[in-house]
Nanobody
């Protein structure tokens, strides 16, 4: 059974940092990209970051603007999202997804206070 479990959410002040983790199981992790999405108030769910199966290619939503960095550890079947310079508008629920499938985690909540 495919599972993705996010962790690392929490509360932080504006300008702070958080590192989210996505632990996966039930499939060959190294064969798939990983996508990170978020759902924030007033906006549709949007792509935050994507990393290819090899880790050599990445892509980010326009709103990231160099603040976030996605990575992966194929040996441990993990992906990470390092988020710096957080803003109150980044507050929301963050999910990881096995790219190209409907396999999602349940999300982890981050709250950024001003």
């Amino acid at each position: 059974q495919v599972q993705l479990v996010e962790s690392g959410g929490g509360s932080v002040q504006s300008g702070g940092s958080l590192r989210l983790s996505c632990a996966t199981s039930g499939y060959t992790f190294a064969n798939y990209g990983v996508s990170w999405y978020r759902k924030v108030s007033g906006r549709e769910r949007e792509l935050v970051a994507w990393i290819s199966s090899s880790g050599l290619n990445t892509d980010y939503g326009d709103f990231v603007k160099g603040r976030f960095a996605v990575s992966r550890d194929n040996a441990n079947k993990m992906s990470y999202l390092q988020m710096n310079s957080l803003k109150p508008e980044d507050t929301g629920l963050y999910f990881c997804r096995r790219s190209g499938t409907e396999d999602w985690g349940k999300g982890t909540l981050i709250t950024v206070s001003s």
